[in-house]
T-cell receptor, first 117, second 113 residues
Framework: SQTIHQWPATLVQPVGSPLSLECTVEGTSNPNLYWYRQAAGRGLQLLFYSVGIGQISSEVPQNLSASRPQDRQFILSSKKLLLSDSGFYLC????????????????FGSGTQLSVL | GNSVTQMEGPVTLSEEAFLTINCTYTATGYPSLFWYVQYPGEGLQLLLKATKADDKGSNKGFEATYRKETTSFHLEKGSVQVSDSAVYFCALSRNNYGQNFVFGPGTRLSVLP
């Protein structure tokens, strides 16, 4: 069966420090991968998605970046964190579909609670 | 563009009360519709889905019917339990490649014993 691992579960970082959150998926190949952020009391905001190794699409301009060095690995990074980067970060995957076909569902990791102080 | 609107929370109910969380959407074409649930400190889990008009998704006593004429997908449960306390997200999936899920802002439900 497929599983998704996301770590760390919680992270407290000072402003201006770097960030690296990692997400890996097991049990599937060629998944679509996603990073979402959930700010306190707010809904989900899609940050990045990837349809393949090295292919990253950014939905929201910001000081965050994403990379996909391997098929089932997705990394969220920042060189210098801002206070506004605090939030709950969720990695997710879905089965890769052909264009013009509907995605069945997203599978989410357990999330990382990031506090920037 | 595509969007999902949910009723504002938080919603507070007593145990065994009837639950309705409204969700309406705007989308081109015929999206699939989903309800996801997020329990405290966890990621999101798929609760139920419907892929075409008039389909009813159901799971764990929750139901939602895909209403194309009203572009709605309201979540209902006849008798809520304390363990149903969570944040509920309505979402749609567009017929596109890659990024194709659009989520509503979420509705926090608190069920009191």
């Amino acid at each position: 069966s497929q599983t998704i691992h996301q770590w760390p579960a919680t992270l407290v970082q000072p402003v201006g420090s770097p960030l690296s959150l990692e997400c890996t998926v097991e049990g599937t190949s060629n998944p679509n991968l996603y990073w979402y952020r959930q700010a306190a009391g707010r809904g989900l905001q899609l940050l990045f998605y990837s349809v393949g190794i090295g292919q990253i699409s950014s939905e929201v301009p910001q000081n965050l970046s994403a990379s996909r060095p391997q098929d089932r690995q997705f990394i969220l990074s920042s060189k210098k964190l801002l206070l506004s980067d605090s939030g709950f970060y969720l990695c997710a995957w879905s089965v890769r579909r052909l264009p013009q076909t509907t995605n069945e569902k997203l599978f989410f990791g357990s999330g990382t609670q990031l506090s920037v102080l | 563009g595509n969007s999902v609107t949910q009723m504002e929370g938080p919603v507070t109910l007593s145990e065994e009360a009837f639950l309705t969380i409204n969700c309406t959407y705007t989308a081109t074409g015929y999206p699939s519709l989903f309800w996801y649930v997020q329990y405290p400190g966890e990621g999101l889990q798929l609760l139920l889905k419907a892929t075409k008009a008039d389909d009813k998704g159901s799971n764990k006593g929750f139901e939602a019917t895909y209403r194309k004429e009203t572009t709605s997908f309201h979540l209902e449960k006849g008798s809520v339990q304390v363990s149903d306390s969570a944040v509920y997200f309505c979402a749609l999936s567009r017929n596109n490649y890659g990024q194709n899920f659009v989520f509503g802002p979420g509705t926090r439900l608190s069920v009191l014993p």
